[in-house]
């Protein structure tokens, strides 16, 4: 590996001190980190005494990778977590040092996002029907519980007492009274969902970051313990994390072995997150070493041209000289005109199958990017591409599972064989559960079994079907299935119920995938099936842990239905490797951080690009560490952080891009309304001036 | 090659391999998951798997510094008290410092990599090295039997390969190695295997044989010994039967089951709807 000088700086030296490493993306910090890993190991260091510690999990990815191919002995034995990880490891090993009150009930009650969600409806929202609450706020449900769980994050991650949540939102806004009742509101139901959880014994993402922090990283055994176990840090993209994370490194730099901390000018891409590029910057004087890399390892000298060029339309003043050598207008390509959405996706497609079929480019180095990417426009994206037989990937491969038939098939199966739930599955759930259940059955046939043998929520034999034609419509090789499948279903509700993952289990491997049987070698079906049965079994486990006296499967299958329980479904290696195109929201992509060689951006006409998402019940710059509590933010200030954002966003873009940027353009957007965003202007702005130019030369 | 250049074998992917080459090519290579049960009793089982980690969880945190008192106040289940209480009083026996639990190593094999994950290892710098692996199971294997199972051939082999960290900077001498298997419901019985630079010589040959093997091979084969689908997910998958094997039957040190490798991913801070 090629390092240059400043890459080797932070590689191959400072092994028993603190390096604050610092450039915009793209200078090869990463790189140098990672080969800074291979050294420290061969140097004699035990690889489990490094800690690489990243914001976010998909940051650890390329240590990951890098470190596995590397074949370097141990090297991949290296530890990666994020605070949130470290923090549930820590709270999890060292629960009994907590106070009293923590460990009266036992081990804690761990609970994911999914848990927290379901615990939002479940305990806070009959407080919220019965008080009336945010009966002026018009979003869905879960968005609302992700926000109260987000402002009960932001205190953890920020260090300020979660009941101060709504005063600090009150002390800022200058509108209508209204909007300081919504605030209000949310302080109830965070105390409400806070005493909850104690009251449980349930550990949320705060409580355990602000237990970590503020209680356990104080014990001496637990700080010998961490101290002693990590002796070299390497911290990625410091800028994208939280003064939680902030705090917790000013207090262990002083007692490490060696650090090296990473931070990416102009960044902060997760500040809705509680991102805090300033505050990263102070822990610069914490450490002894200063290494500023300058020289760019990704963009071409067209892209960096292009960078250089937007930067002013976009509101940066102070932007660097443009160099000589690149020309903008040669990093990027544009749709022309195109009116309406499907054309510009047509174009997108056109010229993606271009890059992979004809110049050989791997669908892998290619990224789809828009402000937002609704499932209308991921879809046709994705059934576009499938047809052009390029292979992509979106940020969540699975939809809900309860859209994935073979899920819905064993919910619909699970209500028949449960009739006590009194939960009694539609004819058309039933039609569709059986066409999915028993192979070669068409949806004709399966109407018609559903028609004649579905009676009161129970499939009656097929030798119900009186008329010897009907049954020869069906055939009796059909018929043969739909008994075995009906037998397995009545034998099994005439005993005692098991637990529901249990049950999909067993009908899963004992008729669903036995040949015949719709399942039977469909990988794609049993992958479905898997995340369901761990997704209940999940609920389960939590449940009959913490109110043992629910019953958990119905409750499961009613919250999926919901949509509270199953959403966001995800195994993580599922979102691996695969080569494929990249089809994801702009800050999705960014937080990746892993550059590319092509980069699609869609809809740029969009308002959305640096519009900050409608939180009604939050605010990412007031929920902030840097916040003066006696301001009040204003309209102005909300125009110069949309202008900033956008401008980070966009240059954060073309930093992580090597080739070529391709803009998307239609006159109308999905909504059919004419486009007219920030950025198209910025884009249309430079083009004009970049032709003024050449004319005054 | 027919594995990915960052592959890394387990013990239990090893295994796997050599019950069933197939069931290694859907698992590992496939990565294909096949949610039908792996016995009859999976509630049961369930609750044998729990009250092992409950096991394992306590004495990671009794490993970690914290007082037994506070630990045995916190422990429910009357099992996982005994097991531990048990551990108390002759688990660390002979065990020397420094001692870390829960550790991992990994070194290269052929293309790819093997990654040993100890429950507790303790290197004496320049003196004897353990690798103590706590087993709840029901039943008392034979040591011949363990002698040929993967994990006792991975492990030993996985330290002696690439312990060098914690012995100094230099290789841990082969004769230095000793693996004990410790089991909680036998009242500490430990099965002990020491270890030499033949045996060392002779597992590398094996190992890397197999990786080689695996790499190479055409094809996948199922396993000609069809008891063993009684207790493999993949059954219906290999048309090699409807019902789970009965968990009585089941060898709780013959198979490793991995229930689920679900990935809690507690930083999903939710709002990110763009």
Known sequence: MHLIKKQQEIANAHFDTTVFAEGVAGTGKTTAAIERIKSLIKSGVSADSILVLTPQATLALPYRTALRRSRVKTAADVHTETLGSLAFRMVDLFWPLLPDEFTLKGRPHFLTLEMVQYYMSRLVEPEIRRQDYFNSVHISRNRLYTQIVDNLNKAALIGFPHEQIGERLKSAWLGDVEQTYIYDDAQACANLFREKCREYNMFDFSLQVALFRDYLWQQQPVRVYMTKKYRHLIVENIEEDTPATHELLREWLPVCESAVLIYDKDGGFRRFLGADPDNALTLKDVCKVHVELDRGRVMSPDLEAFQIAIAPHLGEKNGATRPKTGDPRGAIAYSQDTRYQPQMIDWAVEHIASLVHDQGVSPREIVVLSAFMPDALRFSLQSRLDERHVPSRTHRPSRALREEPAARALLTLARLAHPDWGMKPSKYDVTYALTAAIADLDLVRARLLTDILYRDGRLLPFEHISEAQMQSRITFDLGGRYDTLRAWLDTYSSTLALPLDVFFSKLFGEVLSQPKFGFHKRFDAANVAANLVDSAREFRQEVGKIEPDVPAAPEYVRMVDAGVIANLYVRDWEAEKQDAVLIAPAYTFLLYNQPVEYQFWLNIGASGWGQRLHQPLTHPYVMSLQWDENAKWTDAMEVVASQKALYYLIAGLIRRCRKGIYLGYSEYGEQGLEQRGPLLMAVQNMLRRLVREERHV | ?274
Not at chain 2, 127 to 141: C, F, H, M, N, Q
Not at chain 2, 172 to 192: K, S
Not at chain 2, 207 to 225: H, K, S, V, Y
Request: charged share 30%; proline share 7%; net charge negative.
């Open chain 2, 1 to 274: 090659m027919n594995l990915p250049d960052d592959f890394v074998f387990s013990q239990t992917s090893l295994q796997d391999y050599v019950d069933c080459p197939r069931r290694f090519e859907l698992r590992y290579v496939l990565r294909q998951r096949w949610p039908a049960p792996e016995v009859d009793d999976m509630l049961e089982f369930e609750a044998r798997m729990e009250k092992g980690d409950q096991f394992h969880h306590l004495v990671h945190q009794h490993l970690a510094g914290i007082a037994a008192e506070k630990l045995l106040a916190s422990s429910g289940d009357a099992d996982v008290r005994r097991w531990f209480e048990m551990y108390l009083e002759t688990g660390l026996e002979d065990v020397p410092e420094p001692r870390r639990p829960e550790t991992t190593i990994t070194v290269p094999l052929g293309e790819a990599m093997v990654l040993a994950k100890f429950d507790l290892l303790a290197v004496e710098p320049g003196g004897r090295a353990l690798i103590v692996d706590w087993k709840t199971s029901e039943r008392l294997p034979s040591a011949e039997r363990l002698a040929k199972r993967l994990q006792t051939i991975v492990y030993r082999y996985v330290l002696a390969a690439g312990g060098d960290a914690f012995y100094g900077g230099q290789p841990i001498p082969p004769e230095r190695i000793e693996m004990i298997y410790w089991y909680a419901d036998h009242e500490g019985t430990t099965r002990r295997f020491p270890y030499d630079a033949r045996q060392f010589a002779a597992d590398a040959a094996y190992l890397e044989g197999l990786a080689n093997e695996i790499a190479t091979r055409p094809a996948f084969p199922l396993t000609p010994d069809v008891t063993r689908c009684r207790f493999c997910p993949y059954r219906s998958l290999c048309d090699r039967g409807v019902q789970a094997g009965r968990l009585e039957e089941w060898d709780d040190d013959e198979d490793e089951i991995d229930l689920t490798t679900f990935t809690l991913d507690i930083d999903q801070i939710a709002e990110i709807e763009y």
